[in-house]
């Protein structure tokens, strides 16, 4: 008999001592605990019918029925033996169903675990990305404030020009220097040599002087004698 | 704590703990209190979580700043540095200060205030700078006070490190930040702020004055703020990139990621790209803030927390948008 069938038939086992305990407790109750006993006791449902059959298959095989009476009492077993495998067969197709659908559930337990790990990871692959791009932001807004000092200089080519034209400039100065030096030395060595000639001069004409002095000296002495 | 004492209450200072699961903060008033991040940001947090764990008195005066190392919490106010042990903290255990030590004073009619304290981990040294317009260095194992940095001509408010190249940037009362190397104990540069403007915006707020409150930096960046406009420099070149226009006077400033984060007059919460504009203020209950500290130590715990004049502090977990207040 399947599990639920057996279960209500304990139950009504456990009604039935219950009862019976009460009914040794206080006599007055007598006819209602009969009443109830004559009326519940079947049970209920498909136990009931499982009850009546029993007894009614019982009853049919102990006592004189006449051939009509037995054949629609035998009738009625057949139908109610019909009823009760119905009800079985609906019973154990119930069982199939929750089997069934146990699985699904199951199914849809593991598919959610699993979308519940790859959310997890997509979060972590996400909050990776969030450090990434901080970093990635703070660096361009370091290379902005620096961009922004580094305007404000003037630019390198202009002042590479203009050291450019600063040199150039330098170099021609330096290179009219030395010609005026150079021109410088030529005089001075253009004025030494004449001055030099022009003292020589002086020297000579001195020189021819005195000679000239000497020789008219010399002469009237020579005369004298 | 009376209702009166609570209104008049500000938070000066904060510290995250080394494992990263509990804030230290100090008030006005010189206490400390230190608040569970865990137990408050956990999912059935009541409003008793939002409540200190632990709340003493560790100096007489305002604690002005507060430090922590791998072991202890080092707390500075008028004068004295005390060390706390973190670990007895974190039990609940009303502490005994550890250590207690005083920077040398050329006269002892006054003890300064000491404004700020940075760690310089390549030699384990303290550096502290306050009231006598000095930056002191101490080595932390032993104690002595090994040197001092002299040049500002006024007191000094905030100090920070860049670890690439181990100098120290000091902002003070001059409008002057120096930027001194740590090995050599020399200067290196100092840059009078005011001075500058950046595409003719000028930096100097004359109703502000020239003192600079806030010092950050982030390898070949800075920002400084205070009375001039909060603005961002970059150190190789020595220029200012830009100008921040923010209404008031910032007191911190961070880097976070691709954003500044400021905080200072305003009850608001600035954020700020590189380029110098202002991307979004996020409300915040204090009228005023002092004091912004990020949490990065601890992934779990990755809040930022702000505080200034009120006994509220406001913990943000997305840092767009305030999630709770802890309340001393």
Same mark, same amino acid.
């Given at each position: 008999?399947?599990?639920?069938?057996?279960? $209500?038939?304990?139950i009504?086992?456990?009604?039935?001592? /219950?009862?019976?305990?009460?009914?040794?407790?206080?006599?007055?109750?007598?006819?209602?605990? $009969?009443?109830?006993?004559?009326?519940?006791?079947?049970?209920?449902?498909?136990?009931?019918?499982?009850?009546?059959?029993?007894?009614?298959?019982?009853?049919?095989?102990?006592?004189?029925?006449?051939?009509?009476?037995?054949?629609?009492?035998?009738?009625?077993?057949?139908?109610?033996?019909?009823?009760?495998?119905?009800?079985?067969?609906?019973?154990?197709?119930?069982?199939?169903?929750n089997?069934?659908?146990?699985?699904?559930?199951?199914?849809?337990?593991?598919?959610?675990?699993?979308?519940?790990?790859?959310?997890?990871?997509?979060?972590?692959?996400?909050?990776?990305?969030?450090?990434?791009?901080?970093?990635?932001?703070?660096?361009?807004?370091?290379?902005?404030?620096?961009?922004?000092?580094?305007?404000?200089?003037?630019?390198?080519?202009?002042?590479?020009?203009?050291?450019?034209?600063?040199?150039?400039?330098?170099?021609?100065?330096?290179?009219?220097?030395?010609?005026?030096e150079?021109?410088?030395?030529?005089?001075?060595?253009?004025?030494h040599?004449?001055?030099?000639?022009?003292?020589?001069?002086?020297?000579?004409?001195?020189?021819?002087?005195?000679?000239?002095?000497?020789?008219?000296?010399?002469?009237?002495?020579?005369?004298?004698? | 704590m009376?209702?009166?004492?609570?209104?008049?209450?500000?938070?000066?200072?904060?510290?995250?703990?080394?494992?990263?699961?509990?804030?230290?903060?100090?008030?006005?008033?010189?206490?400390?209190?230190?608040?569970?991040?865990?137990?408050?940001?956990?999912?059935?947090?009541?409003?008793?979580?939002?409540?200190?764990?632990?709340?003493?008195?560790?100096?007489?005066?305002?604690?002005?700043?507060?430090?922590?190392?791998?072991?202890?919490?080092l707390?500075?106010?008028?004068?004295?540095?005390?060390?706390?042990?973190?670990?007895?903290?974190?039990?609940?255990?009303?502490?005994?200060?550890?250590?207690n030590?005083?920077?040398?004073?050329?006269?002892?009619?006054?003890i300064?205030?000491?404004?700020?304290?940075?760690?310089?981990?390549?030699?384990?040294?303290?550096?502290?700078?306050?009231?006598?317009n000095?930056?002191?260095?101490?080595?932390?194992?032993t104690?002595?006070?090994?040197?001092?940095?002299?040049?500002?001509?006024?007191?000094?408010?905030?100090?920070?490190?860049?670890?690439?190249?181990?100098?120290?940037?000091?902002?003070?009362?001059?409008?002057?930040?120096?930027?001194?190397?740590? $090995?050599?104990?020399?200067?290196?540069?100092?840059?009078?702020? %005011?001075?500058?403007?950046?595409?003719?915006?000028?930096?100097?707020?004359?109703?502000?004055?020239?003192?600079?409150?806030?010092?950050?930096?982030?390898?070949?960046?800075?920002?400084?703020?205070?009375?001039?406009?909060?603005?961002?420099?970059?150190?190789?070149?020595?220029?200012?990139?830009?100008?921040?226009?923010?209404?008031?006077c910032?007191?911190?400033?961070? %880097?976070?990621?691709?954003?500044?984060?400021?905080?200072?007059?305003?009850?608001?919460?600035?954020?700020?790209?590189?380029?110098?504009?202002?991307?979004? /203020?996020?409300?915040?209950?204090?009228?005023?803030?002092?004091?912004?500290?990020?949490?990065?130590?601890?992934?779990?715990?990755?809040?930022?927390?702000?505080?200034?004049?009120?006994?509220?502090?406001?913990?943000?977990?997305?840092?767009?948008? $305030?999630?709770?207040?802890?309340?001393?």
């Amino acid at each position: 008999m399947p599990l639920c069938v057996r279960a $209500r038939m304990s139950i009504k086992f456990f009604q039935i001592v /219950q009862l019976a305990y009460w009914r040794m407790g206080s006599i007055t109750d007598d006819e209602v605990i $009969r009443k109830r006993l004559l009326i519940d006791g079947d049970g209920a449902g498909d136990d009931r019918r499982i009850n009546v059959l029993m007894k009614s298959f019982n009853k049919w095989c102990h006592s004189n029925f006449s051939p009509e009476e037995g054949f629609s009492q035998y009738q009625r077993m057949v139908t109610s033996l019909a009823q009760c495998e119905f009800s079985m067969g609906k019973t154990l197709l119930v069982y199939d169903m929750n089997l069934k659908e146990m699985e699904n559930y199951e199914a849809i337990y593991a598919d959610i675990e699993k979308s519940i790990t790859s959310a997890h990871e997509k979060i972590a692959e996400c909050k990776k990305e969030i450090q990434r791009a901080k970093r990635i932001r703070k660096n361009r807004q370091e290379y902005d404030a620096l961009a922004r000092v580094i305007k404000q200089h003037p630019d390198r080519h202009e002042t590479l020009k203009q050291l450019e034209a600063l040199d150039k400039e330098l170099q021609q100065l330096s290179h009219i220097k030395e010609n005026v030096e150079d021109k410088l030395e030529l005089r001075k060595k253009q004025f030494h040599v004449l001055l030099t000639t022009i003292q020589e001069l002086q020297q000579t004409l001195e020189n021819d002087e005195k000679m000239e002095s000497d020789d008219t000296q010399e002469s009237p002495v020579e005369n004298g004698d | 704590m009376g209702p009166v004492e609570l209104l008049h209450m500000s938070v000066f200072s904060q510290s995250f703990s080394p494992c990263g699961r509990f804030l230290a903060a100090g008030n006005n008033y010189g206490e400390i209190a230190v608040f569970s991040l865990s137990a408050a940001l956990s999912p059935d947090a009541s409003e008793g979580s939002q409540k200190p764990i632990l709340n003493f008195t560790a100096h007489d005066g305002p604690v002005f700043t507060l430090l922590s190392t791998d072991t202890h919490l080092l707390s500075a106010g008028n004068g004295e540095i005390r060390a706390w042990s973190w670990a007895e903290l974190i039990k609940k255990v009303s502490p005994i200060n550890s250590r207690n030590t005083s920077t040398q004073v050329l006269t002892s009619l006054e003890i300064p205030e000491i404004n700020a304290m940075i760690i310089n981990p390549k030699d384990n040294s303290l550096v502290v700078g306050g009231g006598d317009n000095n930056i002191h260095i101490m080595d932390m194992e032993t104690g002595i006070f090994k040197s001092v940095l002299k040049g500002h001509t006024d007191y000094i408010h905030c100090l920070c490190f860049k670890e690439r190249e181990g100098e120290i940037l000091s902002g003070g009362e001059d409008g002057a930040v120096r930027i001194w190397d740590s $090995r050599t104990n020399r200067p290196v540069h100092c840059i009078e702020v %005011f001075r500058y403007e950046v595409k003719q915006i000028r930096m100097r707020m004359p109703q502000f004055g020239k003192w600079i409150s806030c010092l950050a930096t982030d390898s070949d960046w800075m920002l400084c703020g205070g009375g001039p406009s909060l603005s961002l420099w970059h150190l190789r070149s020595m220029s200012p990139t830009s100008v921040f226009p923010l209404p008031g006077c910032q007191r911190e400033a961070v %880097f976070h990621q691709d954003l500044i984060m400021s905080v200072g007059e305003g009850p608001y919460v600035s954020h700020c790209l590189h380029g110098g504009t202002v991307k979004a /203020q996020i409300p915040c209950t204090p009228s005023s803030l002092n004091t912004l500290a990020l949490n990065l130590k601890n992934t779990e715990h990755r809040v930022m927390t702000v505080g200034g004049s009120s006994h509220q502090i406001d913990v943000f977990t997305n840092f767009s948008y $305030r999630a709770f207040s802890l309340s001393f």
